[in-house]
Structures are given as structure tokens and as C-alpha cells.
């Protein structure tokens, strides 16, 4: 029997909950495949913070670096909003991706059984929408050199450096082009060459690398075309490649066609262990009151099973148990008329039943 080590991080607010009922999901799929998990769990983010004085703990990284894959929850809360920036829960997210290699992140937006009706848009525009964001993770502005906050001739300036690497940027074009060709084979590169040098680079890089892959149909847009288009038009997308910037807020942005941020999962790949977490945040308004919804960490553990374990029947499974049980049960941030409405544990239950 094969053997997996997990490093499970539940992190702040809801993130507990949802990787409690996640965790349920995945012992059963791998029951059913064969494997055998062992489970190690550790805090991080703000609880960390509160046991340790650090959101990323040594212990926590080390569980990390010696699992086969991370499951996260979500980290962050107005509690720890007062720290210095050094030491904000989010500050783990960024470490954990640098000391794991995760310079890919993987988002799909794409609607779930009848949820077509949460969505804020017309059900013409989104029917049939399927996007994977494919999104630089380790570069860009979040990390470059110099940054922060001086004094210049009496005041206060802020710097932030957007900065890419050749290397950097044809490994995520590489990353984005695989992924295109596991799906309908059409990558959009999402830039703004018109005016940022580093994504005139971006452009360039992307072009070389697509000489590789003659089956992928590449197209490019520029940033601010493609967040209209997003909206106007999402079918026309099918894989998007962009920086790690510009890929915040279009995953975001692509969520939201879906009707509930709660129901999407994320994978950060790249280096030898994956980490999978809901894109949600932590929600501390509803923590511990069993109303949070885990389908998103439910189907981050479908997407560990596909690109840590290679097993996408594995995925499979856990999305049609998850259409299934939303075509009568609904949390409270998808409920819609004729549906049952239940809690965070019961919904884990109902996909455990379905599977």
C-alpha cells in the first residue's frame, strides 16, 4: 500500500472547520485508491502567532518540507490586523511558497451542478464558462527589490519593485502551456507590455516558450482588457498565464463568475510538495458557528489527489460527489430556493456519503 504524508495546516478563522471536514474527504479517497495517509498537523498564520510569536513556525515548516503535500486552510483575522507587517499571518503564506519552490498557482473557476444561479451575472454569459488562472507565485512586485516605506524630502514614500527574471518567467509559460494542453489546448497571456517593461519581457518570453508547444493556440491581452473581458465574455478564456499580481486579482475577479468564492479550490505547485488550499479567506465573523462552507477545501484535496498523487479519477470522484449533494444541500453564501440549508460538518458528511 502506497504511503502519503500530509502536512495539515488549518491556520485562522473557518480554516479549522473546513480542513476538519476536508481531512474526512480525503482519508476516504485514498481508502478507496489504496493509499495509506499519515497525517501531521501544525498551525500557522495568526495562531501560530499567538503559540510561537511567529506565523511560521520552524516545526510547521519542517512538517511541511517533509510531507508529500500541504493542505491549507486560511490564514488571517482583524485580530492580528495591529501586528507589525513582519509577522502578519499572511507573512506565512508568502514564506511557505518561497521555501517550498510553489512558484505556480492554479486556480479554476468553473460552476459546480445548478450554482449558475449564484452567479451575479446572466446565466447566458456563464453557462459553460470553465477558466484556469495559472498564476506566477515567487516574483513580480510582492518580492522585488528595493521596498518599502522611507522619508524623501520630508515625506513618506512608498516603493514597491515589479521585477521578472528571464528563468522566472519562461518556467510559469511552461507551467501554463502544460496546462493548456490537459485542457481545451488555447493559453491567453495576460500582460501590460504597453507600459511596463518587465511585461514587455513577459510578452517576449512567452512567445519563445510557445515555439514549444505548436498544438497550444496562444493569444495575449493586456491586463485591463482582459478584467473587461473577463466579465463581458468569460467563455473565451479557457487557460490564462499572467504575473503574480495581475493573477491575484484576476482569480479573484474569474471567482466571482462562479457565484461563491467559498466553493473554489487552488493548488501552488512547482517544487516537489504541493499545497492546496480553498481561496476563500477565513471568514471570522461566521468561525465557529458551523455555517462556513468546505466544499472549496473538499475540492483543493481533489486537486491534491490530481497533480501531488496523479490521480485524477481520484478528483473526479470528489467533484461529481460534490454536484451530486449540491443539487439538494446548500450552505448558507450558496443557498438558493428549494435547497436544504445545512452547516459546515453536515455538508462534509453529505459528500462523504456520496462518494
Known amino acids: ?60 515548516l519542517q512538517a511541511c518540507k517533509n510531507a508529500d503535500a500541504v493542505l491549507l486552510g486560511a490564514v488571517g483575522g482583524t485580530k492580528w490586523e495591529s501586528l507589525d507587517f513582519s509577522v502578519r499571518p499572511e507573512r506565512a503564506l508568502l514564506g511557505l511558497r518561497s ?82 494542453q490537459k485542457r481545451s489546448k488555447k493559453l491567453t497571456s ?17 512567445i519563445e516558450v510557445s515555439k514549444d508547444y505548436p498544438d497550444v493556440s496562444l493569444n495575449h491581452m493586456y491586463v485591463d482588457n482582459a478584467t473587461m473581458q473577463l466579465i463581458r465574455a ?10 503574480n499580481m495581475f493573477g491575484d486579482i484576476l482569480s479573484d475577479g474569474a471567482a466571482m463568475l462562479t457565484g461563491s468564492i467559498g466553493m473554489l479550490p487552488s493548488a501552488s505547485i512547482g517544487g516537489k510538495i504541493g499545497l492546496y488550499e480553498p481561496v476563500h479567506g477565513s471568514a471570522p465573523d461566521i468561525a465557529g458557528k458551523d455555517l462556513a462552507n468546505p466544499l472549496a477545501t473538499i475540492l483543493s484535496v481533489g486537486m491534491m489527489f490530481r497533480y501531488s498523487f496523479d490521480l485524477a479519477e481520484a478528483e473526479e470522484a470528489i467533484q461529481k460527489a460534490v454536484i451530486t449533494v ?27 456519503k456520496h462518494l
Open 99 to 180: 521555501e517550498l519552490g510553489l512558484y505556480a498557482n492554479l486556480r479554476p473557476a468553473q460552476i459546480y451542478g445548478d450554482l449558475i444561479d449564484a452567479s451575479t451575472l446572466k446565466k447566458e454569459i456563464v453557462e459553460g464558462a470553465n477558466i484556469m488562472v495559472v498564476r506566477e507565485l515567487t516574483g513580480g512586485i510582492y518580492f522585488g527589490q528595493p521596498r518599502g516605506v522611507e522619508i524623501r524630502n520630508g515625506e513618506r514614500v512608498g516603493i514597491n519593485t515589479l521585477v521578472y527574471s528571464e528563468s522566472e518567467i519562461r518556467r510559469i509559460a511552461k507551467v501554463g502551456f502544460e496546462t493548456a
Open 234 to 243: 468569460p467563455k473565451q478564456f479557457d487557460t490564462i498565464v499572467t504575473t
Open 326 to 352: 449540491l443539487d439538494q444541500y446548500r450552505t448558507g453564501d450558496i443557498m438558493s430556493d428549494g435547497k436544504k440549508q445545512i452547516g459546515c460538518v453536515e455538508m462534509g458528511e453529505q459528500v462523504l
Open 1 to 60: 500500500m502506497t504511503v502519503k504524508k500530509i502536512a495539515v495546516i488549518p491556520g485562522d478563522g473557518i480554516g479549522l472547520e473546513v480542513t476538519k471536514e476536508a481531512v474526512k474527504v480525503m482519508k476516504k479517497v485514498a481508502a478507496n485508491h489504496g493509499m495509506q495517509l499519515e497525517l501531521e498537523e501544525q498551525p500557522v498564520g495568526g495562531t501560530a502567532y499567538d503559540l510561537t510569536g511567529t506565523p511560521l513556525p520552524e516545526a510547521t
Open 190 to 206: 495576460v500582460d501590460k507590455a504597453n507600459v511596463l517593461e518587465a511585461t514587455e519581457l513577459w510578452r517576449d518570453v512567452v
